[in-house]
T-cell receptor, first 113, second 117 residues
Framework: AQKITQTQPGMFVQEKEAVTLDCTYDTSDPSYGLFWYKQPSSGEMIFLIYQGSYDQQNATEGRYSLNFQKARKSANLVISASQLGDSAMYFC??????????FGQGTELSVKP | DSGVTQTPKHLITATGQRVTLRCSPRSGDLSVYWYQQSLDQGLQFLIQ???????AKGNILERFSAQQFPDLHSELNLSSLELGDSALYFCASSVAPGLAGGANEQFFGPGTRLTVL
């Protein structure tokens, strides 16, 4: 069965520092996609970054990068130069058959001034 | 703004009642997904439609049903509501149904917060 695991319920980071949010996944499919979403306190789900299983390079989107280690089945999100507005819940997700997303339990990130 | 709209934003109702949540996907998106986010279950996939046809089902209760109309908007019907149905219900849309490895992003609506008293 496909599964996403986020082992950090909460994380703290100082403003302007980098932070890594962990995500491991389990699937037997050779082709899959991994996503990170941000959910601020207002509740909306904001797409951040995508990594395909066949992508040769780690995905990057502005201050977000995905540290993809296929052999270890990990897809950690790295946020560089944290800002106060980065405080939110972060969800790792995997696209399963048919396109549905399977989500992890989330990590609550708090950025301290 | 993702381009996905959901109404209503908040809904408060009583146990045993029936409600309808509405979703309009982004212009051009044919696939609609419904998700439920609750404190105890997290974010769970409920059901998917593609161009009017049901495509996949997840952990959707028999008391829940959905449909996608010819104009591509979708409705999620929740009946015989229980306290445990209180949750944030998201609709998401994508261009295509999405292969497992495909890069089709799913864009989420703002959600409907359902409170069952």
């Amino acid at each position: 069965a496909q599964k996403i695991t986020q082992t950090q319920p909460g994380m703290f980071v100082q403003e302007k520092e980098a932070v890594t949010l962990d995500c491991t996944y389990d699937t037997s499919d050779p082709s899959y996609g991994l996503f990170w979403y941000k959910q601020p306190s207002s509740g909306e789900m904001i797409f951040l970054i995508y990594q395909g299983s066949y992508d040769q390079q780690n995905a990057t989107e502005g201050r977000y990068s995905l540290n993809f280690q296929k052999a270890r089945k990990s897809a950690n999100l790295v946020i560089s130069a944290s800002q106060l507005g980065d405080s939110a819940m972060y969800f790792c997700a995997m696209r399963a058959e048919g396109g549905k997303l399977i989500f992890g339990q989330g990590t609550e990130l708090s950025v301290k001034p | 703004d993702s381009g996905v709209t959901q109404t209503p934003k908040h809904l408060i109702t009583a146990t045993g009642q029936r409600v309808t949540l509405r979703c309009s996907p982004r212009s051009g998106d044919l696939s609609v997904y419904w998700y439920q986010q609750s404190l105890d279950q997290g974010l769970q996939f409920l059901i998917q439609y593609y161009n009017g046809e049901e495509r996949a089902k997840g952990n959707i209760l028999e008391r829940f049903s959905a449909q996608q109309f010819p104009d591509l908007h979708s409705e999620l019907n929740l009946s015989s509501l229980e306290l445990g149905d209180s949750a944030l219900y998201f609709c998401a849309s994508s261009v295509a149904p999405g292969l497992a490895g495909g890069a089709n992003e799913q864009f989420f609506g703002p959600g409907t917060r359902l409170t069952v008293l």
